[in-house]
């Protein structure tokens, strides 16, 4: 019998070989991306094999991918989500749960964050009805410190929520202790860390709920797609039913009377032995992902070792390349972390002769891409502007990083004469202004 599927996979493979641009590099004319998807015949031949047999929806590949990726990063359950934002999303939602009962999250109370950042970090806390309290962070790390969150601190404080800043930890162990002697949720969003050490531990495993993006820009890369982890058995439930529609039970879509009790219970008002699969215990969302995403997800894992120590030395290329110029606050670690570095942030010194649009422009009329540390200050955002937030301290440095800082790739594919253009065009344009 022909074995059709390995000839397609076969084929698959020579053509994602066939189509690889060996080109060489061409200073200023070669695109020098700052974050992409890194995907090689392996994962094209995992998408097609997901389609060939078509699971469509969430299954075996989301499954196996859930329990491999917890174990990576020592949680105990990890929930697949359509996206980073939806992870977010549900960490802090799963803090509402009534089945949390006086522990639970309720409407006016308040949620450290930083202002510096990505949306979606903040967003859950607004659509929660409950309240931002925005701190500052540092320049060069990009992230706040304990001691902020310390102040920011008041009767109505019930949760930290905050991102490892582009892959730089942030003081991870003595928030979490701050957290713990304070009785205070922490959620990290780990979008932009996987693989980041905060005192020889990883990101994502100080918090009660870590978060994880997979959008191509990210360390993995599922298309789209993110992940809640815990190791909370009881927050696991609640973010899987939050994800699900909100229902009680927690039988896979497809399975039906694994509790051997589908139609003997008997919640809220409902008649006795009403069918548990359409029985919802939580006000929920829809955010699953699907087996075609988690299925790239489990080829692309098996790189994610690899891709972590090419944005480390990629980095550490910049870093050394760039090191000792005038104008530029360069980055740096957070003292006691070893970052899985998602971008390498420059910021622009307020007093150089110079302005940031100046290099940004420089850099991009030469084909390397930069971006913004995302929103820069949040609190100044039109979406923003009028939300409930309290601001504790003041917001000068998420105002600098507006003004003056962006950030250059560090992903695993760019290559060393990439990065050495990278630092020569820096120190070009450094050169000619003086
Ligand atoms: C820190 C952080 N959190 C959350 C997200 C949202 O992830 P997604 O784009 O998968 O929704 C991002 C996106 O880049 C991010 O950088």
């Given at each position: 019998m022909t074995d059709h599927k390995g000839l397609i996979l076969d084929e698959t493979r020579k053509l994602h070989l066939s189509r690889q641009d060996d080109g060489p590099f061409v200073p200023g004319v070669t695109e020098i991306w700052p974050a992409g998807a890194v995907l090689d015949e392996t994962d094209r031949a995992a998408l097609v094999e997901a389609a060939l047999e078509m699971r469509i929806a969430a299954g075996p590949s989301s499954r196996r991918f859930e329990s491999r990726f917890a174990r990576k990063l020592g949680r105990r359950k990890a929930h697949l989500t359509n996206s980073g934002s939806s992870a977010n999303l549900l960490a802090l939602t799963s803090f509402t749960s009534h089945l949390l009962e006086d522990a639970r999250l309720v409407p006016?109370?308040?949620?450290?964050?930083?202002?510096?950042?990505?949306?979606?970090?903040?967003?859950?806390?607004?659509?929660?009805?409950?309240?931002?309290?925005?701190?500052?962070?540092?320049?060069?790390?990009?992230?706040?410190?304990?001691?902020?969150?310390?102040?920011?601190?008041?009767?109505?404080?019930?949760?930290?929520?905050?991102?490892?800043?582009?892959?730089?930890?942030?003081?991870?162990?003595?928030?979490?202790?701050?957290?713990?002697?304070?009785?205070?949720?922490?959620?990290?969003?780990?979008?932009?860390?996987?693989?980041?050490?905060?005192?020889?531990?990883?990101?994502?495993?100080?918090?009660?709920?870590?978060?994880?993006?997979?959008?191509?820009?990210?360390?993995?890369?599922?298309?789209?797609?993110?992940?809640?982890?815990t190791s909370n058995l009881a927050l696991a439930r609640i973010v899987e039913s939050l994800r699900d529609w909100g229902r009680d039970c927690w039988c896979e879509p497809g399975e039906t009377n694994k509790c051997l009790k589908r139609f003997e219970y008997q919640m809220g008002t409902l008649p006795a032995g009403y069918d548990h699969k359409y029985i919802f215990s939580h006000v929920g969302y829809n955010l699953k992902a699907t087996d075609i995403q988690a299925a790239l997800g489990l080829t692309q894992l098996e790189k994610l070792d690899d891709f972590c120590a090419a944005r480390r030395r990629n980095w550490r290329r910049l870093r050394d390349g760039l090191d000792g110029l005038p104008h530029l606050i360069l980055p740096e670690a957070t003292p006691r972390s070893d970052p899985s570095w998602f971008g390498f942030a420059l910021t622009v010194d307020p007093e150089a002769p110079f302005q940031r649009a100046e290099l940004v422009d420089f850099l991009e009329g030469r084909k390397i891409g930069t971006r913004r540390l995302f929103a820069g200050n949040l609190t100044r955002h039109p979406a923003y502007i009028d939300q409930e937030h309290r601001v504790v301290g003041d917001l000068t440095n998420s105002d600098i990083i507006t003004e003056q800082t962006f950030w250059i790739g560090v992903y695993p594919a760019l290559t060393e004469e990439m990065l050495d253009y990278v630092v020569s065009s820096v120190k070009e344009f450094m050169g000619a202004r003086g």
């Open positions: 006016g109370d308040e949620v450290i964050t930083v202002a510096a950042g990505f949306p979606t970090t903040v967003n859950p806390i607004i659509q929660n009805g409950l309240v931002p309290v925005f701190v500052d962070v540092e320049l060069g790390t990009y992230n706040t410190t304990a001691d902020r969150v310390a102040q920011a601190i008041g009767p109505r404080t019930r949760a930290i929520m905050i991102a490892h800043a582009l892959g730089n930890p942030f003081e991870v162990a003595e928030i979490a202790q701050l957290a713990e002697n304070h009785g205070l949720f922490l959620i990290e969003d780990n979008c932009d860390a996987v693989g980041s050490t905060y005192d020889g531990r990883l990101t994502g495993s100080f918090g009660d709920i870590t978060t994880v993006s997979f959008y191509p820009a990210h360390h993995l890369a599922m298309g789209e797609g993110g992940c809640v982890l």
